[in-house]
């Protein structure tokens, strides 16, 4: 064999052992890119535009590897025609070195991919983490809802209860303001009748045994009027009035004096001694039946009117 022969058979040799590195390289390649491209598909669909990066750079390298296999085959070709050995072995090494060239940028793409694999897994975790808090959070929102729904249902039952009840209040409210102005009504005509009552039988204790409507020894003034006791002196008798000269009173007139009350008795009568613009004062006359003279016992120039 001659040494040419021997450079080719070495040359042979470095050509097979690089094309089975390129080989292992690229299945390697393609293995490790199904497995990526399987995950990142079923997982994210976002890392689809990364894989397909990565099969046009797979598709790049395959026709880099095909242009490599024409540039060897066109080396091979020609190494039968150069006579110098050195230049025919310098050509076979920078093959084969820019081959190992082409398998360390394919080596550092998948490692770039695996990477970015990573990251989408990575961010798919973070997201689905994210995805459950939201979901946990609507879950949490939606009972919120549910407790205020039913507190509105509450409360909306209690208010038309309030309302009702409020309704019937006001109804009784107004029912007993009628009522009570019908007795404010009826216990002011009876308060009057009493009154009169209580005059009629003070006319006539006072007029027992005399046919005229004026006892003896009377002197009312002309109008009929009536007045109340302001003061009352026990030891002397005399009595206040709160009627006057304005009311027509003089001198020398009678007033006939009882008292209503509970129990309403005629007292008696008193002359008028000392007369003012809108007092007077009068002292007994006789023997008062009806006892002593009190505040508040009423006076009149007779007792029927």
Do not use: C, H
Not at 12 to 19: E, M
Not at 89 to 94: D, F, H, S
Not at 274 to 301: F, H, K, M, W
């Amino acid at each position: 064999m001659t040494a040419v022969g021997k450079i080719l058979v070495f040359f042979n040799l470095l050509f097979s052992l690089a094309v089975g590195a390129l080989t292992v390289l690229n299945f390697s390649a393609r293995t490790y890119w199904a497995d990526g491209y399987q995950k990142v598909t079923t997982q994210l669909a976002r890392t689809t535009a990364d894989a397909k990066v990565y099969e046009n750079e797979n598709k790049q390298l395959r026709d880099e590897r095909q242009l490599l296999n024409s540039r060897l085959t066109e080396l091979i070709g020609k190494a039968a025609d150069i006579k110098d050995p050195n230049e025919a072995a310098t050509r076979y090494v920078k093959v084969l070195d820019d081959q190992m060239k082409l398998a360390a940028q394919q080596k550092e793409t998948i490692r770039e991919l695996m990477d970015a694999r990573s990251k989408a897994e990575l961010k798919l975790a973070k997201e689905e983490v994210t995805l459950k808090v939201a979901l946990e959070d609507v879950k949490r929102r939606q009972a919120d809802v549910e407790k205020i729904r039913d507190t509105l249902k509450t409360e909306t039952a209690n208010n038309t209860t309030l309302v009702k009840e409020k309704n019937e209040l006001r109804d009784r409210a107004i029912g007993a303001e009628i009522q009570s102005k019908a007795l404010r009504e009826t216990n002011g005509r009876l308060e009057s009748e009493l009154q009169e009552m209580a005059k009629t039988l003070a006319r006539l204790k006072s007029n027992t045994g005399s046919a005229s409507g004026t006892a003896k020894g009377s002197n009312p003034p002309p109008d009929n009027v009536e007045g109340q006791v302001k003061r009352a002196d026990a030891n002397s008798g005399l009595v206040t009035i709160s009627l006057g000269s304005d009311a027509g009173l003089t001198r020398g007139n009678t007033m006939e004096v009882f008292r209503l009350g509970p129990t309403p008795k005629y007292i008696g009568r008193i002359r008028i001694v000392e007369v003012s613009n809108n007092q007077a004062v009068g002292q007994p006359v006789g023997r008062l039946t009806g006892g002593p003279i009190q505040v508040g016992d009423r006076v009149a120039s007779q007792i029927l009117r």
